[in-house]
């Protein structure tokens, strides 16, 4: 990357929030990647709106990294600017029977808050291995419980440079979509509304929830969690394991057999085995099955 940019990003960041030399693959779930053109760790809200306005300003492409669960980011890394929210934009406060929780602080730690409040509504989250910011984008969702059920507001920047409060509604969540899907802004920070509960009974669902994912998911190897949206009226494993593709691998890119909804990674899976085997497949169900699977997992950079 030229270092002009880096010297004129000096304006809003120090030397330490601005890297040339990180590996994606250790900021993805899927352990794939390649490097970054640029790796931003912007600590407050001037701080990133001072960045992203530069790098919009000198035409240099950006995306907004969370925990990286849910990306397929290409062997060839990403060529533009990798912006990571750090701790500054992680913050957690609970004030009553609402959290506060900046876009870059984990499901998991949110939770946490939830239970030591003694807050209900918060358990599904707990094993989502995502931040608020991506949850934000996604409407992520389980065991019957999403985003959309907890969210009371949350605090935009636009591409203009202004920062606006979305409540629920204005965000649009739909099955793993909403408006951040349509427009190009960055969650800053949510304010999730819960309900006063019960310690023992938080716990036991949050148990519960947990032992499920053990049982039915191959957390022991990298993935991304479901790689398809479930087709309305199926289950996309069940399609690919009726489509005979339960252990199919390309590379080191693998259909779990715990879980033919999950691509893993095996090994030394490179990016283009995944993103092949994640067409492979939704080319075979559709011939055999006739349903056209959809992949939730979102490919960054080029392949
Ligand atoms: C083992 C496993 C289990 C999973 N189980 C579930 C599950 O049960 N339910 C579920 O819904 N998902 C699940 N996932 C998928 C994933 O955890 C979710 O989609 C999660 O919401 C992604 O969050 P993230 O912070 O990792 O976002 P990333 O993967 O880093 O990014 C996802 C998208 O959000 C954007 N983004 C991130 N932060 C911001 C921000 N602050 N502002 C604007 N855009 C932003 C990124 O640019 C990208 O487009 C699972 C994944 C794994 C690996």
Known sequence: MDTKIIQELREFLTQEQ?????????CTSFKTGGK?????????????????????????????????????????GYAGAVIKLGEGLSQIQAEGTIIRAGAGASLAKVARVARQETLTGFEFAAGIPGTVGGAMVMNAGAYGGEMKDVVESVRLLLEDGSIREFTCEEMKFGYRTGILKEIKGVALETVFALQKGEGEAIDAKMQDFAARRRE???????????????????????????????GYAIGDAKVSEKHNGF??????????????????????????????LEPEVIMVGEF
């Open 216 to 246: 039915k998911q191959p957390l022991e190897y990298p993935s991304a969690g479901s790689t398809f949206k479930r087709p309305e009226g199926h289950f996309a494993g069940k399609l690919i394991g009726d489509a005979g593709l339960s």
């Open 36 to 76: 970054a053109g640029l790796f931003l760790i912007p600590e407050t809200e001037d701080e990133l709106a001072g960045s992203l306005s530069l790098l919009k300003e000198k035409d240099i492409p950006y995306f907004i990294l969370g925990k990286g669960s849910n990306l397929l980011v290409s062997d060839s």
């Open 263 to 292: 691509v893993i990674n095996t090994g030394n899976a490179t990016a283009k085995d995944i993103r092949d085997l994640i067409f492979y497949v939704k080319e075979k169900v559709e011939k055999e099955t006739g349903v056209v």
């Open 18 to 26: 601005i890297k040339t030399d990180v590996l994606l693959k250790d």
